[in-house]
């Protein structure tokens, strides 16, 4: 056992020679794939070790504030402006997009499929009651969803039994809406990714308001000193560059395109 | 040749247990000429006067104090308990112990644990796991761990209670001599002729008091007291 | 039962073929739990045995205290020990979050009352047993312990393999903690809750039987030194 403790410490102590820094990203960047299409480049041309904390979008901001983390890559636009508003980061940075898609069962009984707007689908399942799985985690895409019933009038707190707040991670959220046969809202790329689907099906996407825009957000060296910068910035450098926007969007999974690449250079 | 010496001075010795008195209030000035033998029928408080003395037993009230100094401390004093206590390891390991607590080096102990093992016949025993032997051979390996200390002042409650005739008259032998080697004994038993044999003075006890107390040859062919002379009698007492 | 089957064929092809990620979180796992299980072990067991040889005026109260800690659910530690380690939290200067010794810390917290405990439980028997003859042989507090704690290692090594087997099997704290941070933090547990966030049953239900298998394992090869350990004794 004490060797065990020796040769724990002696992994420690190595483990901090190489250059890294700790990234706060959505579950959704790791649940695509991307993360590991992305990272292992990144450390073959850079030798930058990037550690990512797959969390969700408000425990990623949480990170942030705390200093626990080096930068963040986040999509909740108004939570990201006031993360900046607030200094804990100099800049939001936009890089990619990708876009949400609603799910359910293949029998589709609310009828969403030929909905022409998201106004619409948000209609039809309410007042069918279907079971609907939100995250209630106060993730990004948890944001995103109410903001969704909010902007078609309806107010979550009102819903019956039929609504369920399960506060959980994307993964979660949708193990527990394959079990139930639910609608859900899910970012595309966990939805490709996921592998226990049953009777789930992609029923609408596309409408414009389900769109994602992925920010990536240094902290601070003002509010936290000891915030590796000079790893944050290679890293921002990189993630802009045509190298990352080939990678990015040539990202498929089942032949479909998951991320778009913005930023700006 | 034997005379008795004063030896320890209890005052107000008190012993009580769920609010009843079980020993005392005992006031007495305790004399030994050496050999010390406590007799008493069963819940007389033998047990607890020893105790009490050794001080493993919580006083309720009173006080013991040694008269000689070299006699006072728990380090001068061995006990062998009625229940003989054996730690969950092997007869050898048993023996060592208290040497070890002493700091004795390794192959002290090991020629003094040779030593003893011979003496109280548990070589055949040795690497046995002491929890696991016989009623008698643990009284043994009791007496031994008591005497591998080579105490000043030696406790033993009825160190011959699960022994044969053979085994006992082995450990009577051992205890003279120790004895006659200086050591102090103050010893329980039930058997008379055991007492009569071993005694160099008598402390006889009854519901908690020291009722008699005297030179052996004194107290048995003339006992002061009724309760005392139909005791050795065999007859029952109350 | 398809899906168990589907784990349990998963599980033999990561072990087979001696998936690298496997060996090394199952590394790290161990490595975790195994130092938590040295520090907690050298913290509970003098404290669980001390506690019952002394009489003082608190016992109670800090007995009730241990068996409540005991009941902590691990979450709870893992936010505690996370706030303490936090950048903006007291000890953020040192740099522990999201490492591994931090899990250790985390851990060491979830499992030393549990050990004290049953420590303490086992000890109040042996002590009853031994109590006359420690005191009569003259012994000092440190004897005492280092003696109980000696002849009642069986008891223990029962409470060591209760903390080794919370600590391996925990989530929660090492998750908040630790981050499951890909070749730094990840352990076992938390790679399970991974891939069954990601729906991937059949590779998190492989990973389960790796933890089963090597709770297991650690169990019998501790079991079996005691016992080679007894045998010249007993
Ligand atoms: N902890 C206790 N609580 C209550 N009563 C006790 C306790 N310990 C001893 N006693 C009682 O005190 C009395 C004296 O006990 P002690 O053991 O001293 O007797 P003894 O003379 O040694 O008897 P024996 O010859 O049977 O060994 C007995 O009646 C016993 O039941
Ligand atoms: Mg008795």
Redesign the pocket.
Known sequence: MIRALTLFLCLIGTAALSESMKLAVTTSFHNSGLSDVLLPVLLEETGLEVQLLIVGTGQALRLGRAGDVDAILVHSRADEDVFVAEGFAPYRREIMYNDFVFIGPSSDPAGIANAASIEQVLNRIAIEKALFVSRGDDSGTHKKERALWQAAALDTETFGAWYKAVGSGMGASLNTASALNAYILADRASWLNFRNKSDLKLLSSRHPELFNQYAYLPINPDKHPHVNVEASQLFENWLTSSRSEHLINAHRINDEALFVFNASK | MVALVPIATLKDVTVK??G?T??GPISHGLESAGFTIVL??????????LNALHGVERLSDGSVTWTSPDHASYKDQAFVF?RPIMLRRTVRQNLAYPLQLLGHNKNEIETEVMDWVGRVGLNGVLDHFAPRLSGGEKQKLALARALIQKPKVLFL??PCANLDGRSTREIETVLSEVNTAGTSVIM?T?DLGQARRLASDVVF?LN?QIHETGLAPHVFEAPKTPEAKAFFQGDIVE | MNEIWAGLLAAFHLIVTLDGDLVEITLRSLQVSLSALVIASALALPFGTWLAIRRFRFRRATIATLNALMGLPPVVVGLIVYLLLSRSGPFGVLGLLFTPTAMIIAQVVIITPLIASITHQAMRELWAEYHDLLISLNTSNRQRVLTLIWDGRRALLTGALAGFGRAIGEVGAIMIVGGNIDNATRVLTTAIALETGKGNFALALGLGFVLIALALLVNFAIHALSRTERHSTW
């Open positions: 247990r769920r009843k079980i020993l008493g029928p069963n819940g007389a408080g033998k047990t607890t006067l009625q409650d009825e329980t039930h006890l908690g």
